[in-house]
């Protein structure tokens, strides 16, 4: 038995404009949950690496200045 090839049509009465922007809205709210997970696990590892720089800093006996750069990822 052939199997039929299915073909699908919309009909979109709105501009491209109003449909891009109704796009971006869904796809926003729907991905709305990774991203605040995905900042969450940022500002937690962005605060393990200070506690971490700065536990370094106390157990050396630096003197004088001190900079400290934090290489982009």
Do not use: W
């Not at 699908?8 to 869904?26: G, Q, V, W």
């Not at 991203?35 to 006996?61: C, F, G, H, N, W």
Request: charged share 35%; glycine share 2%.
């Amino acid at each position: 038995m052939k199997q039929r090839k299915l073909n699908y049509r919309f009909h979109n009465p709105n501009s491209a404009e109003d449909t891009a922007e109704f796009l971006c809205k869904l796809l926003i709210e729907a991905n709305a949950g990774k991203v605040e997970r995905a900042l969450q696990e940022a500002t937690l590892m962005s605060k393990e690496e200070d506690e971490y720089i700065e536990e370094s800093v106390r157990m050396d006996m630096v003197e004088g200045p001190v900079s400290i750069r934090r290489i982009a990822r």
